[in-house]
């Protein structure tokens, strides 16, 4: 999938955000990205908080585990997945078909 990279030290994700939806969801792909919709408006942080606090429930991991590696004030966004293999999460982030 062009949204997962695997690395050494887990998964990168390559996201397009969309904030101020009507509820968090995966909703497809944009482009070469995975398109997730937040209710978090990207006021102060707050949607890249939203987003690593749906993440972490999503796959069922610590928040700990997530780090944004790019795009803090993007919709643009890489998210290391530390300690998972692309095998692992993939069935979980698959978009709608």
């Keep these: 999938m062009p949204y997962l990279t695997p690395t050494s030290a887990g ?8 904030p101020r939806a ?7 792909l944009h482009g070469d990205a995975l398109k997730i ?12 908080t939203a987003l690593i606090q749906f993440l972490a429930k999503t796959l069922d991991l ?18 290391l997945v530390l300690g998972v293999k692309a095998a692992d999460i993939r069935p979980v982030l698959s978009p709608p078909q």
């Design 62 to 79: 610590p928040r700990a585990r997530l780090q944004l590696l790019a795009g803090q004030t993007s919709r643009a966004k890489k998210v």
């Design 22 to 28: 009507t509820k968090n969801l995966i909703q497809g």
């Design 37 to 48: 919709r937040l209710n978090a408006p990207p006021v102060e942080g707050a949607a890249n």
């Design 11 to 18: 998964v990168i994700l390559n996201l397009h955000i969309v």
